[in-house]
C-alpha cells in the first residue's frame, strides 16, 4: 500500500463509509455516489485518489454493452490494507476537534470557570 496522505473532506469519508458498509463487496461509481448522497464528478475523483493510495481496487466488469443497453460499469473495493486504513481515517475524521477556548485556556473550557 503506497502510504500518500490525502485531504480527509467530508465527501472522501462519505465515500469510505459507504464501502466500508461491506468491504467485501464490490460496488460500482454511481451506486457508491447514490448511497454516499455525492455527484459522480465527485466520487471518481475520490475513488481514483484512494485507488493510487492503494486503499481500493477497481475493475472493468465484463459485459457487452450493446446487449446489457449499458456501458461497462467500474467496479471498487477497498483492499485488506484499505479497510484497516479507512477505518482509522473515519475514525480520525469523526473525532471531534478541540474547541479553540480549551486550546487557549491549556485544556478546560471557559464554561467551567464560575467566578
Same mark, same amino acid.
Request: aromatic share 6%; hydrophobic share 40%; charged share 25%.
Given at each position: 500500500? #503506497? ?6 473532506? =467530508?465527501?472522501? *469519508?462519505?465515500?469510505?463509509? =459507504?464501502?466500508?458498509? +461491506?468491504?467485501?463487496?464490490? $460496488?460500482? %461509481? !454511481?451506486? /457508491? %455516489? $447514490?448511497?454516499? %448522497? !455525492? ?6 475523483? /475520490? !475513488? @481514483? *485518489?484512494?485507488? &493510487?493510495?492503494?486503499?481500493?481496487? &477497481? ?6 454493452? =450493446?446487449?446489457? +443497453?449499458?456501458?461497462? *460499469?467500474?467496479?471498487? $473495493?477497498? #483492499?485488506?490494507?484499505? =479497510?484497516?486504513? @479507512? ?7 469523526? *473525532?471531534? !476537534?478541540? &474547541? $479553540?477556548?480549551? #486550546? @487557549?485556556? %491549556? +485544556? &478546560? #473550557?471557559?464554561? +467551567?470557570? @464560575?467566578?
Amino acid at each position: 500500500m #503506497t502510504e500518500r496522505p490525502f485531504r480527509m473532506t =467530508v465527501p472522501t *469519508r462519505l465515500v469510505l463509509e =459507504v464501502l466500508l458498509a +461491506g468491504p467485501e463487496l464490490e $460496488r460500482y %461509481g !454511481l451506486e /457508491i %455516489g $447514490r448511497e454516499a %448522497g !455525492l455527484p459522480s464528478g465527485t466520487v471518481h475523483p /475520490i !475513488l @481514483a *485518489r484512494l485507488e &493510487s493510495a492503494g486503499w481500493v481496487s &477497481s475493475s472493468w466488469e465484463d459485459v457487452d454493452p =450493446v446487449r446489457a +443497453g449499458r456501458p461497462a *460499469r467500474r467496479y471498487y $473495493r477497498l #483492499t485488506p490494507d484499505g =479497510v484497516v486504513a @479507512a477505518r482509522a481515517a473515519v475514525a480520525r475524521a469523526r *473525532r471531534p !476537534l478541540p &474547541s $479553540r477556548s480549551a #486550546t @487557549a485556556l %491549556g +485544556g &478546560s #473550557t471557559a464554561m +467551567g470557570s @464560575a467566578s
